[in-house]
């Protein structure tokens, strides 16, 4: 038997492998683009601090944080043959023979790494999408992009709702202390009141923007949803309804606008109650720890006023929102909505009083301590893993010949590894125009290097 069949082996397989080595193509994130990415990443950063502000009175200073982010995008593709034949001989005895088994192997591997990384003002990206243009056109009102990796939520609000966790008990708070590493976080500049309320003002103009209406399970948490649930069964019996009376007509007509009044009520009434939870909870109790330390005594007062009869007209808008949630016809769904606008609009006025009093108060005392926000950074780090395999194994019994002889002849493997490393935290103002703090910067260090040395202990 002639072995010289070993020496095409090499020869066949880099004719069957794609070119033996090729640059894997830059399309990383399954095939999600890029842009969708961060367009993901912005429309949920907005949307976590509008939500996290509405909750806690010592949460406004995240409207004036910023984000790092760095994107790291990873395609591998590995390519393998394993030929091999046993070569058959026959003996005299019948039944039995004699054998060799001539095998090889060739595997190729190409890795293609992009990084990339930017920077993100809080402040600029509210104000940016307040206006309604671009929310529209660049941002697609913040609908999904329907790729496989943006099927779900990034959890950026469940991030920082843990980091925020010790503020909200309160062993952490806003003072005169650093905690930070190294040269520590950047100090809440003096003009801190007035950021917030450009942020606010922001914020409101993102909330009035059009956003998709109440979903199926946000409609079943409520009396009047589940009317309107329960409507859409009717409007679709009768719409079926190959010939109808001028009575089911009228019946249908009725029971489209109930149904479209009792769910537009439904989702305003949301709105006008994160509204009103966002003033009191982002400007009228927030700004008073800071103007505590920066106005004069004598304006104090006042703000206190302001601020009890604004708590007062937002609770009205908790209870008409409770109406309009359990109202059973649009008549009555709507008296209560009219209710809570009112009440709503009570809330605006009594805090924009409220912060008018702070700017127009007379010169400030002495200058208070500087102050820090209670956390130097918060961070997150998601990993994507898409893995797509394939093989081939074919097979061939001859007289004198057996292949192949591994479990696999020919295998393919393309993994896209990706990961999205965020850093928050108050930027560092000192210079020209803002830019990551020491903190952030070393929260995305650490993360890259961490990401490392757990891909080089998996290689091992």
Request: proline share 6%.
């Amino acid at each position: 038997m002639k072995s010289p069949v070993l020496v095409s082996w090499p020869a066949v397989a880099c004719i069957l492998l794609p070119g033996c080595v090729q640059t894997p193509p830059s399309d990383g994130m399954a095939s999600v683009p890029v842009h969708e990415v961060v367009r993901r990443l912005k429309c949920e950063l907005v949307d976590a601090i509008r939500l996290k502000v509405t909750e806690d009175n010592r949460f406004g200073f995240l409207t004036q944080w910023s984000a790092k982010v760095h994107l790291t995008l990873v395609v591998d593709d590995q390519t393998s043959i394993n030929p091999g034949a046993t070569f058959i001989e026959p003996l005299k005895i019948a039944g039995t023979n004699r054998s060799l088994a001539v095998g090889g192997g060739l595997t190729t591997q190409a890795v293609r790494t992009e990084d990339m990384e930017f920077f993100m003002s809080f402040p600029e990206v509210l104000k940016e999408m307040s206006n309604d243009r671009i929310w529209s056109m660049t941002y697609a009102n913040c609908s999904r992009y329907p790729g496989i990796l943006l099927e779900s939520e990034l959890g950026l609000k469940a991030v920082i709702d843990k980091a925020l966790a010790p503020v909200g008990a309160g062993v952490l708070y806003t003072g005169v202390n650093n905690p930070g590493l190294g040269t520590g976080q950047p100090k809440v500049p003096a003009g801190e009141i007035k950021n917030i309320d450009t942020a606010l003002n922001n914020l409101k103009a993102i909330d009035r923007l059009p956003r998709p209406g109440l979903s199926e399970p946000e409609l079943a948490q409520t009396s009047a949803g589940q009317k309107s649930q329960s409507l859409e069964f009717s409007i679709k019996r009768l719409g079926e309804a190959k010939e109808k009376t001028e009575q089911q007509l009228k019946e249908l007509q009725d029971q489209i606008q109930e149904q479209k009044t009792l769910k537009d009520n439904l989702a305003k009434a949301k709105q006008l109650e994160i509204n009103s939870k966002m003033l009191i909870q982002e400007v009228v109790t927030p700004l008073s720890d800071i103007a505590a330390n920066s106005i004069a005594d004598k304006c104090l007062a006042g703000v206190k006023a302001e601020r009890l009869a604004a708590v007062t007209s937002a609770s009205v808008v908790a209870v008409k929102k409770y109406g309009v949630d359990n109202a059973q016809d649009g008549k009555t769904s709507t008296e209560f909505l009219n209710g809570e606008q009112a009440a709503a609009t009570d809330t605006f006025t009594h805090a924009d009083n409220m912060l008018r009093q702070i700017k127009n108060c007379g010169p400030r005392e002495k200058p208070k301590p500087a102050l820090y926000d209670p956390l130097d950074v918060i961070g997150e780090t998601v990993n994507f893993y898409v893995t797509a395999t394939g093989s081939v194994t074919p097979s061939w019994k001859l007289v004198r010949i057996t292949a192949p002889l591994a479990p696999t002849f020919i295998s393919g493997t393309r993994k896209d590894t990706n990961t999205l490393i965020i850093a928050m935290g108050r930027p560092n103002t000192s210079g020209d125009i803002p830019k990551s703090s020491e903190a952030m910067n070393q929260q995305v260090l650490a993360q890259i290097l961490s990401q490392a040395i757990t891909t080089r202990i998996n290689q091992q």
